[in-house]
């Protein structure tokens, strides 16, 4: 039953849910490829420094790949996009410098270079990679969205 007059409400669809979806598994599986890898390979790089080793920050890094893994797989929000996007950013940031830049030690963080593209740097460059380019184009989907409601919301003209 409906009032004379009013102006009924209309439910629209996200356009682009099922390309959403995608992107956010996508950046949640590139997420986890880094935790893996840099939970796999801590070991190996715990003699590397003294006070804070290369093993307690691959840990660190690793730790903060799973937190935003688990809130962006629990949210498909702004807040959890953005954690996603900017450690994902800040991982191939540190692969690339590293890889290219001899970084000394700073104060209790050890000096770290390591030339060479190994497997395990290969996935994580690439799933880091895809993680940050979701992050844009989930964005620009959203703001499509957002535009397209406001568009078709329009509703009847009033009398």
Known sequence: MTVEGAVPQRSQPVRHRGVAQVLRVLAVLGLAVDVYVHLKLA????QLGTQITQGALFRVEAALAAA????LALRDSRRAW????LIAIAGLV???LTRWVALPALGPLPAMYDPTWSTDKVLVTVGMLVTALAW???????????GARTADDTGPPHP
């Not at 070991?43 to 715990?46: A, E, I, M, T």
């Not at 935003?68 to 809130?71: C, P």
């Not at 184009?137 to 499509?144: H, Y």
């Open 136 to 146: 844009p184009v989930r964005e620009a989907l959203r703001s499509d969205d957002a």
């Open 94 to 96: 540190a692969i690339l």
């Open 43 to 46: 070991p190996v790089f715990d």
């Open 82 to 85: 953005l954690l996603a996007g």
């Open 68 to 71: 935003a893994a688990l809130y």
